[in-house]
C-alpha cells in the first residue's frame, strides 16, 4: 500500500488554466507507468492522460492537445498541466498506476469550471 496525494484543484472560468500535482510515496513513481484519471458526477472513472516508465505519452481524446502529463520522480510529484479548459472538464481528479497493479485511491482534487 503506497500513499498517493492529490493537489491543486479548484474553480476556474472556461479557457483557464490549472496545474494538478500528484504527490507519491517510496519508488512509486519510478517502477510504474502512472495516470491520471478523473470522474464526474453519474459518470465513470476515465483514463485521461498516461506517461510510460520511460517518459512517453499519451492522452484521451477529449483532451489532447490541452493537458500535458509530467514526472519528476527525483522528487516523487507527477503533474497534469490543464489548459483551455472547458465545463465538460469538471470533474475529480485521481492519480494511480496505469499498468497491471492499481494502489488505494487516494481522495483526488476537485476541479471545478464554470462560468
Known amino acids: 500500500q503506497v500513499p498517493l496525494a492529490e493537489s491543486g484543484g479548484g474553480l476556474v472560468q472556461p479557457g483557464g488554466s490549472l496545474r494538478l500535482s500528484c504527490t507519491a510515496s517510496g519508488s512509486i513513481l519510478s517502477i510504474n507507468s502512472m495516470g491520471w484519471y478523473r470522474q464526474a458526477p453519474g459518470k465513470e472513472r476515465e483514463l485521461v492522460a498516461f506517461?510510460?516508465?520511460?517518459?512517453?505519452?499519451n492522452y484521451t481524446d477529449s483532451v489532447k492537445g490541452r493537458f500535458t502529463i509530467s514526472r519528476e520522480s527525483a522528487k516523487n510529484t507527477m503533474y497534469l498541466q490543464m489548459n483551455s479548459l472547458k465545463t465538460e472538464d469538471t470533474a475529480v481528479y485521481y492519480c494511480?498506476?496505469?499498468?497491471?497493479?492499481?494502489?488505494?485511491w487516494g481522495q483526488g482534487t476537485q476541479v471545478t469550471v464554470s462560468s
Open positions: 506517461i510510460s516508465v520511460g517518459g512517453s505519452t
Open positions: 494511480n498506476s496505469a499498468g497491471a497493479f492499481r494502489y488505494y
